[in-house]
């Protein structure tokens, strides 16, 4: 049995396919996975620096590449988190909401970077619409972050 892996990128396509409504936004920043992830992955410090809403992410628990994180939005709103977070991919639910990330090299040079998130639909696999506006701020901002 011949089996395959696929890199952080895609398998972020596929988990995002899974969840209605769900939109993924794509770029390639001229900085290494490592440069690029030393932000993305410092779920305490970068993250909040390029996630236009987030204002504060504290994490609480850690158990190998699983995650439990409480996070304050610049509008005063508070979510619990649970997830994976491991080089190059981040998974993140809680009751609203979704926020996935995936990082990885490029060939030719540079990092592929994708973001997806919004709100989420209690109780279904459906995020809101209109989470593409602010997927992409993120990634602008992201992109002045790095070096």
Not at 67 to 80: F, K
Not at 92 to 98: G, V
Not at 113 to 142: F, K, N, S
């Amino acid at each position: 049995m011949r089996t395959e892996t696929i890199d952080a990128v895609r398998r972020l396509r596929v988990m995002s396919a899974a969840v209605r409504g769900a939109r993924v936004v794509e770029r390639v920043l001229p900085a290494s996975p490592d440069e690029v992830w030393a932000v993305m992955g410092d779920l305490e410090g970068g993250f909040g620096r390029f996630q236009p809403d987030m204002r504060s992410v504290r994490v609480v628990r850690v158990d190998g590449d699983r995650v439990e994180a409480l996070a304050r939005s610049r509008y005063g709103l508070r979510a619990r988190f649970h997830g994976v977070l491991r080089p190059g991919w981040c998974w993140l639910q809680s009751r609203f909401l979704i926020i996935g990330m995936a990082a990885t090299a490029e060939p030719g040079g540079g990092t592929r970077v994708a973001l997806t998130g919004g709100v989420r639909v209690p109780g279904r696999a459906a995020l809101l619409p209109g989470a593409r506006r602010e997927l992409r701020r993120a990634m602008d901002r992201l992109a002045a972050e790095l070096p």
